[in-house]
């Protein structure tokens, strides 16, 4: 009897023991949340002054704008243009939005040291780009910035990029399309996907001086793709929450979308430490002279270096591909303008049956028409809908609006596009010969069209981008018709995220043209 109860006491102890950890555990998690729950009701009872019952804040935090409106920057847009100075205070979220190009002007040129990206900026996106040059301030920003301007203004880096992108729009995206249009009318490309890959490939040889294809990873490509994907639409909705401790205790307590996006981070780390990896092993056996190598002969830290490659990739792939996306769905409403993009292709190049291979990139800067077609599409459509500043110390915007010390202080380049005041009454037209006087490009002040922003956080890799969007738009629009299914320009929804995305792809059908010229 005495064995029994001494093996029943032992059981009993190990069993406690097994449980214990559990037990903590739980304990700790509803230790947390009673405390997350009594400041949250502090809170509430407070008020504090960043709460606002205005018919601004109260539709934002209700959601009641999605009665009317498909997308948040369609809304933003909205009460933009009725509010006076172009300029909104969304209390809750400490945000003041300005569709206005003084204010741009104002915050990008004359008071530039007073709207840094700030430290509530860089925490939100701290965990996906780290010290990235998108998300650094100071002296970290201007030695990440020169680096890079360097290499990009290189004569050699602007013929290597032209023939990446010749090579790939040669080798692979041009059979994808004539693949996919030998089935007829029956498959669907989402156009999205293809031009994120078709960037991805082209951002990797031009900047990290790797083929993707080569890359040992322990997962499919794309599988990484939709982790950076994942990412930054997690990263974005940070900022969309009123109470920033919200996401700081997910994230402490690895629950709900905090969980996810740490998971997606893993898989972004492993490709960029395989992207450092394999630069490495190349060693002198690669010329060196892309981006990564540069920075790898400066920087012996990986971690500062994965940063760096994660920061490229969502320059070099997300923005390409959000500006072609929107650039084709767009044409897909307006047939006339690929038509006078190919008068103008049959034009420059003298040629009576020109091909998606044959045309020289040199003419690439002739081709004024497409440039203003591009521009225009961005207007519409820009990569990036908007950007933050925090604001370094108080300050009055020219419309007279108050900004004080750390107030989020936003350009929304999307509601802009929108503008009447800015575009005139036409500023919903997709019209490219806004941008044309006798049929030269003629680019407006970047504080109107802040599509690469402006004064000295100018984009760097503007000239990079704009050469092979002209690119894949010529070699494209030449051999190819391309309809968007069940999709339109003139109601498009988006997708969160930090660079514009179509939510659910752009599917499309894709056609092969007869070779002809004008007569």
Known sequence: MGADATTLHIAVHALASSLQPQVAAVFFVSAACTVALALLLASLRLRPPWWCACPVCEAYVTASWAREFDNLCDWYAYLLRRAPGRTVHVHVL????TANPATVDHMLR??????????????????????????VDGDAWLFQRKLAAAELASPALRAFAADVVASELRCRLIPLLRSASSYGSERLLDLQDVFRRFAFDCICKISFGLDPCCLDLSLPISAFADAFDTASMLSARRATVPMHVVWKLKRLLNI????????????????AAEVIRQRRKLGSAASGDDLLSRFMGSINDDKYLRDIVVSFMLAGRDTVASGLTAFFLLLSDHPEVAAAIRDEVFRVTGDRDPTAASFEFDKLKDMHYVHAALYESMRLFPPVQFDSKFAAGEDTLPDGTFVAKGTRVTYHAYAMGRMESVWGPDCAVFRPERWLSDGRFVPESPYRYPVFQGGVRVCIGKDLAIMEMKAVIVAVVLSFDVEAVDRSSRRPKFAPGLTATFAGGVPVRVRRRAQCAPS
């Open 94 to 97: 400490g945000n003041v939005l």
């Open 110 to 135: 004359c008071r530039f040291d007073n709207y840094p990206k700030g430290a509530p900026f860089s925490a939100i996106l701290a965990d996906f780009l780290g010290r990235g040059i998108f998300n």
């Open 256 to 271: 709900g979308e905090e969980r996810e996006l740490r998971d997606a981070i893993r898989l972004v780390d492993a490709l």
